[in-house]
């Protein structure tokens, strides 16, 4: 329990928990909203109630997430300031430049027009409607690349040296579009929108095998699987990019990704690890499951490797990342769902050309319709897994060969960091608690097919509710029929 007592321990383990938890949200966010914009797009070209029904559905969740991710952001931005000062102020001038851009062009963009694609169906010009569900999808998207040329700056640090204990900026342009970045930000827009994909297409597979509105979320479904047929092997192709670029930037990172000990010289071929028991201690893995001279092909697709694969043990255990296991086991537990999530795309397309998706149909393919619910979180676990790849690989340096961890964390007692650390734990808890509460609600009550659809001629015949009084019937002539 010495950890209780260690300022850097309980600032990273805060951190962690605080960025993995909100990381849920801003994922749905971005990805639904890019799915917001196909589906209100359908409705406008064909005017097909069902489509528009789908939008107004799935914008309740959209803002659940939206709010949800607001509250659990907040705090921990502000962990900049309270748990990591001496970081921000070593790289204030561009790191502090980069978050203050999301804040005013990202998150401003999408808050702005949100009102308007949540309560303007009625009151905006159809037109100005469908703009503001793009702007707010571009404008959550937009997060995504500024977090990510952060973080990949971080990773891959440019456009200036460090002068007296800060870094200073010669060329903003290199450090905002430094090495990681063009491949980190398509590998993680890619991951919002599959696990956002998966997401739709699991709640819509249960109201399939529940029967309910299956004409409707066969659209939804089918919808998510054709972007999926897409997106799902080239998050594969940009994770293996990412996974290069690892290789050839941060060696020791790849290192404790394999679990790999001693460095393979060049011209030999190498065996992969697929299961292994890493130890820090005696820096060996205890045992270990090998696919022989697979790891060559993995990295540069031939057997040979045609550079050597430098193996932990080459730097000092105080330059090089402690917790083998985890980035070991989070690397494959992250590549092992993306080779799912695939697969079950595949399997998906193999049954649609046999007519098995019509709304007759549909509801007969349980199996199916399972496999899709049970898949609908595992985006999530993949992304997270993938940060702590990210960020744990990167370990000991915050700013990579730059400034170390341990020197970058604020001069504060271990009891307050361990106070606040109790206190996020219980709300973020509390968050999630809440927001499964009213998300089920949501998705229990379904589509509101009460709604008014714009442009449709409203009937109003005669009802009758109690013996001798009759009201208007004011539902679209669609939903009365």
Same mark, same amino acid.
């Given at each position: 329990?010495?950890?209780?007592?260690?300022?850097? *321990?309980?600032?990273?383990?805060?951190?962690?928990?605080?960025?993995?938890?909100?990381?849920?949200?801003?994922?749905?966010?971005?990805?639904?909203?890019?799915?917001?914009?196909?589906?209100?797009?359908?409705?406008?070209?064909?005017?097909?109630?069902?489509?528009?029904?789908?939008?107004?559905?799935?914008?309740?969740?959209?803002?659940?997430?939206?709010?949800?991710?607001?509250?659990?952001?907040?705090?921990?931005?502000?962990?900049?300031?309270?748990?990591?000062?001496?970081?921000?102020?070593?790289?204030?001038?561009?790191?502090?430049?980069?978050?203050?851009?999301?804040?005013?062009?990202?998150?401003?963009?999408?808050?702005?027009?949100?009102?308007?694609?949540?309560?303007?169906?009625?009151?905006?010009?159809?037109?100005?409607?469908?703009?503001?569900?793009?702007?707010?999808?571009?404008?959550?998207?937009?997060?995504?690349?500024?977090?990510?040329?952060?973080?990949?700056?971080? &990773?891959?640090?440019?456009?200036?040296?460090?002068?007296?204990?800060?870094?200073?900026?010669?060329?903003?342009?290199?450090?905002?579009?430094?090495?990681?970045?063009?491949?980190?930000?398509?590998?993680?827009?890619?991951?919002?929108?599959?696990?956002?994909?998966?997401?739709?297409?699991?709640?819509?597979?249960?109201?399939?095998?529940?029967? #309910?509105?299956?004409?409707?979320?066969?659209?939804?479904?089918? @919808?998510?699987?054709?972007?999926?047929? @897409?997106?799902?092997?080239? &998050?594969?192709?940009?994770?293996?990019?990412?996974?290069?670029?690892?290789?050839?930037?941060?060696?020791?990172?790849?290192?404790?990704?394999?679990?790999?000990?001693?460095?393979?010289?060049?011209?030999?071929?190498?065996?992969?690890?697929?299961?292994?028991?890493?130890?820090?201690?005696?820096?060996?893995?205890?045992?270990?499951?090998?696919?022989?001279?697979?790891?060559?092909?993995?990295?540069?697709?031939?057997?040979?490797?045609?550079?050597?694969?430098?193996?932990?043990?080459?730097?000092?255990?105080?330059?090089?990342?402690?917790?083998?296991?985890?980035?070991?086991?989070?690397?494959?537990?992250?590549?092992?769902?993306?080779?799912?999530?695939?697969?079950?795309?595949?399997?998906?397309?193999?049954?649609?050309?046999?007519?098995?998706?019509?709304?007759?149909?549909?509801?007969?393919? #349980?199996?199916?319709?399972?496999?899709?619910?049970?898949?609908?979180?595992?985006?999530?676990?993949?992304?997270?897994?993938?940060?702590?790849?990210?960020?744990?690989? #990167? &370990?000991?340096?915050?700013?990579?060969?730059? @400034?170390?961890?341990?020197?970058?964390?604020?001069?504060?007692?271990?009891?307050?960091?361990?106070?606040?650390?109790?206190?996020?734990?219980?709300?973020? @808890?509390?968050?999630?608690?809440?927001?499964?509460?009213?998300?089920?609600?949501?998705?229990?009550?379904?589509?509101?097919?009460?709604?008014?659809?714009?442009? *449709?001629?409203?009937?109003?015949?005669?009802?009758?509710?109690?013996?001798?009084?009759?009201?208007?019937?004011?539902?679209?002539?669609?939903?009365?029929?």
């Amino acid at each position: 329990m010495e950890f209780l007592s260690n300022t850097v *321990v309980l600032s990273r383990m805060q951190f962690a928990l605080t960025a993995c938890i909100h990381m849920l949200w801003p994922t749905l966010t971005t990805g639904v909203g890019i799915y917001l914009v196909i589906i209100e797009g359908l409705w406008l070209r064909t005017r097909n109630p069902d489509y528009y029904y789908n939008a107004r559905f799935w914008s309740k969740l959209y803002a659940l997430n939206f709010g949800v991710g607001v509250a659990t952001g907040i705090p921990m931005e502000f962990q900049f300031g309270t748990n990591w000062a001496p970081f921000s102020e070593a790289v204030g001038n561009f790191f502090g430049s980069v978050i203050g851009f999301e804040a005013s062009w990202a998150f401003m963009l999408e808050a702005s027009f949100l009102g308007i694609m949540l309560f303007g169906w009625e009151r905006v010009n159809p037109a100005i409607h469908y703009l503001s569900t793009i702007l707010v999808a571009i404008g959550a998207n937009l997060s995504t690349v500024w977090i990510l040329s952060a973080s990949s700056w971080m &990773q891959s640090p440019a456009g200036g040296e460090m002068v007296n204990g800060k870094f200073v900026v010669h060329d903003y342009f290199k450090a905002i579009l430094n090495p990681f970045m063009g491949n980190s930000v398509l590998h993680m827009f890619l991951a919002t929108l599959e696990t956002s994909l998966f997401v739709v297409g699991g709640i819509s597979a249960w109201y399939i095998l529940r029967n #309910r509105h299956p004409q409707l979320f066969s659209k939804s479904f089918k @919808i998510a699987l054709a972007a999926a047929i @897409i997106v799902a092997p080239l &998050q594969i192709y940009v994770g293996h990019l990412n996974a290069e670029q690892v290789y050839r930037y941060q060696p020791e990172k790849l290192a404790a990704m394999e679990a790999q000990w001693n460095t393979i010289p060049a011209g030999e071929s190498a065996d992969w690890s697929l299961l292994a028991l890493p130890n820090n201690k005696t820096e060996k893995n205890d045992w270990e499951i090998d696919v022989p001279n697979a790891l060559g092909y993995i990295l540069e697709f031939k057997e040979k490797l045609s550079e050597p694969v430098l193996g932990l043990k080459e730097w000092k255990p105080e330059d090089r990342p402690r917790l083998v296991g985890v980035i070991y086991y989070s690397f494959r537990i992250m590549v092992g769902i993306g080779f799912l999530l695939a697969g079950l795309m595949f399997v998906s397309v193999i049954y649609w050309p046999l007519g098995r998706f019509s709304p007759e149909k549909i509801t007969q393919q #349980r199996w199916l319709m399972r496999a899709w619910m049970f898949a609908a979180p595992l985006g999530f676990i993949a992304i997270d897994t993938g940060w702590i790849v990210r960020c744990v690989g #990167r &370990q000991p340096w915050t700013l990579y060969r730059e @400034i170390r961890t341990v020197d970058s964390a604020s001069h504060v007692p271990a009891s307050h960091v361990l106070a606040s650390l109790t206190g996020f734990t219980i709300t973020y @808890i509390l968050l999630l608690i809440a927001y499964i509460y009213f998300g089920s609600r949501i998705i229990r009550r379904g589509p509101d097919f009460n709604l008014p659809v714009p442009g *449709v001629e409203v009937s109003k015949p005669a009802i009758k509710t109690t013996p001798g009084e009759f009201v208007a019937d004011e539902r679209p002539v669609e939903a009365q029929q």
